[in-house]
């Protein structure tokens, strides 16, 4: 009669505790990604978002953070779908970082009605970059003449096999403007009178997670586990939720019998895969990461 009772009882309510739905979003936040290395985007991440959302009986969301930035459109996508399932399904969301949510990782922060860090994560990092490389000079060593063909004046700005222009590098800066002030804007919405009244908070700086509670960035320094069960009770459980994924992120294609088309897509996966490694591990090592 006991077990009766107890099982007609919300989930909440029950002795045993509540059950945490856990997101974790970790890595270069990129479009595409690879067979071998996925990418942080909307695409890999909405259907454990979804999921998480979805467990009526848990009050909060915690989503757990450790990524560098990236591109700012895949943050700012994430960002909300993130505050429109918490809306949609009025749920509060913690968000707790690891090692660094910096730039487009901390765009992504910014969906938490409280950010919670370690004492050693970095935060910060509001600003806009865009990096490359020039080789005019490489084409006239080796003895090759580009032949480019336009019908518009501007199509190949910034081109890297050609000089750089001071119209180029303006324009490209007023692009980065228009973008870090839609970065700058959400950090005030989201954060409003937390923020400390310091000038240097979006001059692109990043901080230790202490430094960053001191500047309103976050709210205060702990670890998931400890902070969930303070708040809602020692047998609080928690669980993780992850996307519809196969091994290595994807569906492989099957190697056996496949032929030469599935073994040239493995090929230019993994080459892919190589680039994308590359640009990730930029990403981190500016964090000394």
Same mark, same amino acid.
Request: aromatic share 6%; no cysteine; hydrophobic share 45%.
């Given at each position: 009669?006991?077990?009766?009772?107890?099982?007609l009882l &919300? #989930?909440?309510?029950?002795?045993?505790g509540?059950?945490i739905?856990?997101?974790?979003?970790?890595?270069?936040?990129?479009?595409? *990604?690879?067979?071998?290395r &996925?990418?942080l985007?909307?695409?890999?991440s909405a259907?454990?978002?979804? #999921?998480?959302?979805s #467990?009526?009986?848990?009050?909060?969301?915690?989503?757990?953070?450790?990524s560098p930035?990236?591109?700012?459109?895949?943050?700012?996508?994430?960002y909300?779908?993130?505050?429109?399932?918490a809306e949609?399904?009025?749920?509060r969301?913690? =968000?707790?970082?690891?090692?660094?949510a910096a730039?487009?990782? $901390?765009?992504?922060?910014?969906a938490?009605?409280?950010?919670?860090?370690?004492?050693t994560?970095?935060v910060?990092?509001i600003?806009?970059?865009?990096?490359?490389?020039?080789?005019?000079?490489?084409? #006239?060593?080796?003895?090759?003449?580009?032949r480019?063909?336009?019908?518009?004046?501007?199509?190949?700005?910034l081109?890297p096999?050609?000089?750089?222009k001071?119209?180029?590098?303006?324009y490209l800066?007023?692009?980065?403007?228009? =973008?870090?002030?839609v970065f700058?804007?959400?950090?005030?919405?989201?954060r409003?009178e937390?923020?400390?009244?310091?000038?240097? =908070?979006?001059?692109?700086?990043?901080w230790?997670g202490?430094?960053g509670?001191?500047?309103?960035?976050?709210?205060g320094?702990?670890e998931?586990?400890?902070?969930?069960k303070?708040?809602?009770?020692?047998q609080?459980?928690?669980?993780?939720v992850? *996307?519809?994924?196969?091994?290595?992120?994807?569906?492989? &294609?099957?190697?056996?019998?496949? *032929?030469?088309?599935?073994?040239?897509?493995?090929?230019?996966?993994?080459a892919t895969?190589?680039?994308?490694?590359?640009?990730?591990?930029?990403?981190?090592?500016r $964090?000394?990461l």
């Amino acid at each position: 009669m006991a077990g009766m009772l107890k099982r007609l009882l &919300p #989930k909440r309510l029950r002795k045993e505790g509540l059950t945490i739905p856990v997101v974790r979003l970790h890595g270069a936040i990129m479009t595409g *990604g690879s067979q071998l290395r &996925p990418a942080l985007n909307l695409a890999t991440s909405a259907g454990a978002l979804e #999921k998480a959302f979805s #467990k009526k009986d848990a009050p909060v969301v915690a989503i757990s953070i450790n990524s560098p930035g990236g591109s700012p459109v895949q943050s700012r996508l994430i960002y909300q779908r993130i505050r429109a399932l918490a809306e949609e399904k009025n749920k509060r969301v913690l =968000i707790f970082v690891e090692d660094v949510a910096a730039s487009g990782g $901390y765009m992504i922060a910014l969906a938490g009605d409280e950010i919670f860090v370690d004492a050693t994560s970095i935060v910060g990092s509001i600003g806009v970059v865009s990096g490359g490389f020039g080789f005019p000079e490489l084409l #006239k060593k080796a003895g090759v003449e580009r032949r480019v063909y336009t019908s518009g004046e501007n199509k190949v700005i910034l081109d890297p096999f050609q000089p750089e222009k001071q119209s180029d590098i303006e324009y490209l800066k007023t692009l980065q403007l228009e =973008i870090h002030k839609v970065f700058i804007d959400m950090v005030k919405t989201r954060r409003g009178e937390r923020l400390a009244d310091d000038a240097t =908070i979006f001059s692109g700086l990043f901080w230790t997670g202490l430094r960053g509670v001191e500047l309103g960035l976050v709210d205060g320094a702990g670890e998931m586990r400890d902070v969930l069960k303070r708040r809602f009770g020692p047998q609080t459980k928690l669980e993780l939720v992850g *996307g519809a994924r196969s091994l290595l992120g994807r569906r492989l &294609p099957s190697i056996l019998g496949g *032929g030469m088309d599935n073994a040239a897509e493995l090929a230019v996966s993994a080459a892919t895969g190589l680039a994308a490694s590359l640009e990730e591990r930029a990403l981190w090592s500016r $964090y000394g990461l």
